[in-house]
């Protein structure tokens, strides 16, 4: 079927509720024919119109009309007969349909951008426009991933939820596949990037489930462009919280085959040093106790994302040890991970040296000195998934536009970098380190999602100061730090004491600064 032929068969609704929950302007477009009502009416004598209206049409379009329109329509006429049609719903297809990005170019924060101000009928038209280039970009996918696109309908053919998906995909050419035939597909399009052991225990826990499964569309749709910059949608996360612990398994969890070839590469901290930074080897200074690298066991209990303390002397190659597993954890699953720094200075370094030896801009740091525009093509950047390993000062934790970027993303670790600062003389002078772990237990909280770990480092730590630190976060967040201690030792370092009165001092220090 034609788009053009599936549309004279397809309503697009769209309602305006105020903040407390009253209906006061409704919208329906089918064709040429427009359905409007705004001001003060009277609900359910207009919804009995809608109904009306509605009647002769096989499917009902709208974005996030499953959670949104039908969800007030239910709550006040539940006995409307639009209920029964299919429905197709373009928010829900926007991640399957533009992975790279699911961010429609009519789209912003997952709601359509507005010419005018609450105006049902012109944002039914945009839904319409919207899913025209959802099915461009389908028809697209069906030359070059016929396969794809037939594991989407089957995922999607479920329950009334999807049906109306389903059949719109169907009309675009969409195979139908039994269950047999889409685990076959699965397994092909996703061999070389998910773990081989890890695949048929997870698949086979979502794919006979009819409920369950249209969480692997999302997770598909995911890999086929993986360690890009792509985001999983907050709302995918939330209407669909199997999607983070599915990918979780497959892609974060290594197992021990030497077959497993994404496990081999993905996991081998060596081969990702030289992926990234171009070294065949880490540091053999400090050394492990078993005498291997210590800069290679805190990498590899960081990419296995444990909670650490790494106490390393300066030079000893520290920043190296969150930097490596932050790429990975950012090629593995697109997550964002944050490191606070109590130093301007020392955060836009850090940036630089990173993209100095990497060649990746997807380094960025967050401070008061960047002027609207940087700071806003950094808000930006975290937001598209662009960014891997954002640096921000501990006063960025009370920021809102802060906050607001970053929840967009899955964060997979909080790293303190000069975790010192977490003691009591370091919160006496910056007394947002106190408030950190609330943040970070709150925002996990408020996302629905697993508490990250958490990873400090340090060249500065007697042992006060480092029980300090590992009772903080015991205490706030239930997580314990493993440590990881290459000395204080700082060769780089020299003292010389020189006696001198006090008339020739001012002399001899511009002596020795020349």
Not at 21 to 45: D, H, N, T
Not at 126 to 132: I, K, P, Q, T, Y
Not at 231 to 259: G, H, N, S, T, Y
Not at 376 to 382: K, S
């Amino acid at each position: 079927m034609s788009l053009d032929g599936f549309l004279t068969q397809t309503v697009s609704i769209d309602l305006e509720v105020n903040e407390s929950g009253i209906l006061y302007a409704v919208g329906a477009v089918w064709g040429e024919r427009v359905f409007s009502r705004k001001g003060r009416f009277e609900p359910l004598a207009v919804l009995r119109d809608l109904d009306e209206f509605v009647e002769p049409a096989s499917y009902l379009l709208g974005h996030n009309i499953l959670n949104h329109d039908l969800s007030v329509l239910r709550g006040l006429a539940p006995d409307l007969k639009l209920f029964d049609k299919p429905l197709v719903d373009t928010l829900y297809l926007s991640p399957l349909a533009f992975p790279e990005n699911p961010y429609h170019r009519l789209v912003k924060d997952y709601k359509l951008v507005r010419d005018s101000l609450n105006d049902p009928v012109a944002d039914a038209r945009l839904a319409v426009s919207v899913f025209r280039d959802q099915w461009e970009s389908f028809g697209q996918l069906k030359e070059s991933a016929a396969d794809i696109l037939a594991i989407y309908r089957y995922c999607l053919d479920t329950d009334s939820t999807g049906r109306g998906m389903a059949a719109a995909l169907s009309s675009m050419g969409a195979e139908p596949v039994n269950a047999a035939r889409a685990f076959e597909i699965l397994k092909r399009q996703l061999a070389g990037q998910v773990c081989a052991s890890r695949f048929l225990p997870v698949v086979m826990q979502y794919l006979p489930d009819p409920v369950k499964r249209i969480a692997l569309a999302y997770c598909v749709a995911w890999l086929r462009v993986a360690g890009g910059n792509s985001v999983l949608p907050p709302w995918v996360r939330l209407q669909f919280p199997d999607v983070a612990p599915i990918l979780r398994q497959l892609r974060d969890v290594p197992c021990e085959k030497p077959d497993c070839a994404y496990c081999r590469e993905t996991h081998d901290p060596v081969a990702q040093l030289t992926r990234y930074f171009g070294f065949p080897s880490f540091r053999t200074e400090p050394a492990a106790p078993d005498g291997g690298s210590l800069q290679q066991a805190i990498v590899l209990s960081g990419m296995g994302d444990q909670p650490v303390l790494a106490l390393l002397p300066t030079g000893g190659g520290k920043s190296l040890c969150y930097q490596l597993p932050a790429l990975v954890r950012h090629q593995r699953r697109g997550v964002l991970t944050i490191v606070i720094s109590p130093l301007q200075a020392l955060m836009k370094d850090q940036v630089d040296n990173l993209r100095n030896k990497t060649g990746s801009p997807n380094a960025a740091a967050l401070y008061g000195m960047l002027t609207a525009p940087e700071r806003g093509e950094v808000l930006n950047g975290i937001r598209l998934g662009d960014i891997a390993l954002l640096y921000v000062s501990p006063e960025q934790l009370r920021n809102r536009s802060f906050k607001e970027a970053i929840g967009y993303r899955e964060i997979g670790c909080w790293v303190f970098d000069e975790a010192h600062c977490l003691s009591k003389w370091g919160h006496d002078f910056r007394p947002d380190y106190l408030y950190a772990a609330r943040f970070i237990k709150e925002f996990s909280q408020e996302q629905n999602s697993l508490l990250p770990p958490v990873q400090c480092f340090t060249a500065t730590a007697k042992e006060d100061v480092k029980a300090e630190i590992i009772d903080y976060f015991r205490r706030e967040l239930g997580q314990e730090l493993s440590v990881f201690e290459g000395g204080v030792e700082r060769d780089n370092l020299r003292f010389e004491v020189r006696m001198v009165n006090r008339a020739e001092k001012l002399a001899r220090i511009h002596a020795i600064l020349e």
